[in-house]
């Protein structure tokens, strides 16, 4: 087994998850899906795969703290904070660069903090494969879920998995690229669920740290000068100042668009493991438990005469009374009522507080 | 100006107003329409009309410590405490006997406290004339609102209004009654409404002291020797137990069906000053202003998207998204979402609660 180090990127917001994301408790740092918070399944979900004292996790100030209780496990060096988000791919970077310090022929795997898989032993499984092809390939591995409804919410991959004669792991699973989609609409959504060979993008990586900084170095040589500048100060007295000044200078974008696409020796692994980032509380709710009404909850709650209704309570007691088709989201000062379906539109919520400067509520 | 008594029958546990109304604290020592509570309103609309110390409460011992503080204004030897309810006909004999200790002769006026009427002045009036009917007929007035709707929630009154040569009132809107009608199906409701003679029964009453009491001797024999006994033992040490005892030994009945069905002399005055009883959510979001949605909100609200929805956010922020047709009232401990029209079902959550032995969100 290669020395293995994981990546988990947590800096979202979570805006969608509002009332119960915050700036300060975003979505990650929340028990939204069954027991635990998202970021400490995913570290659990590495459990005798990776050494928590390998786990780095790439976050920001606001949410050191709370990040810190949670996972008394992960030393507190491995949490870098972003001065400023900057989208995954100089996150990326900047992570690779300081598990270079120990090793750098490392893998690393690099994992949202907040997506669920339902069956972890076939996510540990898929993870092995991967580590296993980075290692001995020196490509960069991505993994594709098999789609199981037309989604336009996700970036897809089509994979050549027809036949590929100069693919060594074919026989494992493991396909080379013929194309990354952009988020589709919805009757292209239709056509790439009925083909069969496009999987959903679902943002983990497997690769060796010297590979994806090679990438990265010819990739985004603009990037690769800033990230080298933090690199270079480590450890000096002026380390907070570069990191601040040159990680602000760099231009955000995505490890998909600045170098998955573009990068020659691209492998996906298909993961078929009941796989959820997770995106709404539409989301939630299909993931929820339900009663023969279709309600689910979530705390002390009465439904009466009501159906296809998702409550979590926090601590009060939520009734519902002859209302289908809602969902209802409590905390200790905010309370969310949200047609099913339509909580993509909870953002709008988000938004109107920004603007009247709500900031409480935030 | 006779000398003139109001009596408040403040007994009401009102469950249709959960979770805002409690054991505690039920809807009449709420503030539920506009600005002071029910109570609070009840009183103040007397202002100019009768004395703070001439205005009787009858009540319980729960909410009596709420009451107190709310009315500083009223004797406290004027809050009556029933032991245990038992309808309206007790409540306003004992009430009446109360009275009768400083004037046997005076006037009493009957008023429900949780009642609203958007039109003071007009109210002030009717109850200006029904008290000098009342103090020069001998007889027992009620007051009959014109029905605006084929309303099944309420007793209506048949008046007398097309010829009546027995009548000295009849050019003043005073009217004999021609029958009591109970709450109505809707066909009948509908009925009612067409004929223009059929009133709402509003539970407010005037009659002088001596009028009532004889009515009561004459028709509730039975319940007339147990208030006799309470009101013998007034001001004696026993006085407390022989209340308890004889109070609980009373049948419970309205005075609407111990009286005034069977009394001889019953007068209505036409009432046309807004009235309403708010007797639900649904009735509340009637009453309250609403904006070009239809929506209406109590607090810090957000609509996105919604409509014809009310929301009472307590010391919450609520939004609400895509939503419609949608009763939402939030207080420290509970959330009630309830459909709008469908607010009467609110007592099945409090029968749950009781069922559950939930005490604390009764």
Redesign the interface.
Known sequence: MPNVYAVIMAGGVGTRF??RSREKTPKQLLEIVGKGTMIQNTVGRLRDLIDPRKIVIVTNKTQKQALVRQLPEIPLENILLEPVGRNTAPCIGLAAMYIRRFDPEAVMVVLPADHIMQDEEEFRRVLRLAIWVAEESGSLITVGIQPTRPETGYGYIQVRDDEDPGNPYFEKGVYHVRTFAEKPNLPTAYRFLESGDFLWNSGMFIWRVDAILREIQLLLPEMNEELLKIDDAFGTEKFEQVFDTAYRTIRGISIDYGVMEKAKSVYVIKGNFGWSDVGSWDEVMRLASKDEQGNSSNG?V?F??SKNTYVH?GN????????DN?I?I?TE???????KD??Q??K??VD??RRKQ?ND?L
Chains 1, 2 share one sequence.
Not at 316 to 323: C, G, I, L, S, Y
Not at 333 to 339: E, M, N, P
């Open positions: 509002w009332p002390k009465f009466h005469n309570a009060k007691f939520v009734a519902t009374v002859d209302v809602v209802v409590v000062d905010s309370v969310l009522v949200c047609k339509h909580s539109d909870v709008e919520v109107y507080l709500l509520y």
